[in-house]
């Protein structure tokens, strides 16, 4: 539950050329329980052969922490449920974007483990409704762990299974950031493809985090 707009760059090294996306991904709190995430997207690739560039996607997330409490041991958790609009704004003869607009829906439950361990798995699933043929349900475990002097730690494993070709496309990141002031803190990504049906090999990237 917080509010902050983030400027990232990530590099993806591919299994022909690279990509740099730029991006910006931000949420603000609407209500106590209600959060509204964006995101914008520009690409930057050579995949074709050629160095093209161009928006790739635009997408906007309603999030509703439905309930919360305490479990057993005292430890809190947050349900959280959520729908995705995602707008394609590539050109996939540059290379760029899905081909597809979607829809996806989504449930998440955050716990706390233990003092500054927060677990959160969630399900989404993809669907698309117009352009490309997209159907694809992502399971998904984060892990947040705060750090001494303001800094944090974030594990992310995405296990996705696409239903057009059979595949699971799996990922894993790992993020490590620091707040040097309450409104400012930076980041690093390091990320990973998994398994034969990877879409990358590895990915890098950087970003600038501000909290209001």
């Not at 690739?45 to 309930?67: M, N, P, Q």
């Amino acid at each position: 539950a917080v509010s902050n707009t983030d400027v990232r760059a990530k590099y993806f090294g591919l299994e022909q050329g690279n990509r740099v996306d730029y991006y910006i991904d931000g949420a603000t709190m609407l209500t106590p329980k209600t959060k509204f995430k964006y995101e914008l997207h520009y690409w930057d690739t050579d995949v074709t052969g050629r160095d093209e560039h161009d928006w790739e996607s635009a997408s906007l997330k309603l999030i509703h922490f439905a309930k919360d409490g305490k479990l057993s041991g005292d430890r809190p958790y947050r349900l959280a449920i959520g729908l995705e609009w995602i707008k394609d704004l590539g050109d996939q003869e540059k290379g760029i974007g899905s081909g597809a607009d979607q829809i996806a829906p989504l449930v998440g439950l955050a716990v706390g483990v233990r003092p500054g361990t927060m677990l959160i798995p969630l399900v989404q699933h993809f669907e698309s409704y117009s352009g490309e043929d997209v159907s694809q349900t992502s399971t998904r475990l984060i892990a947040l762990q705060t750090l001494p002097d303001k800094a944090w730690a974030k594990l992310d494993l995405k296990v996705p299974y696409n239903w057009e070709n059979n595949t699971v496309p799996a990922s894993i990141e790992l993020q490590l950031g620091k707040s040097y002031t309450p409104s400012f803190g930076a980041y690093v990504d390091l990320q990973a493809g998994v398994g034969g049906d990877r879409t990358y090999d590895w990915a890098t990237g950087v970003g600038l985090r501000f909290n209001y």
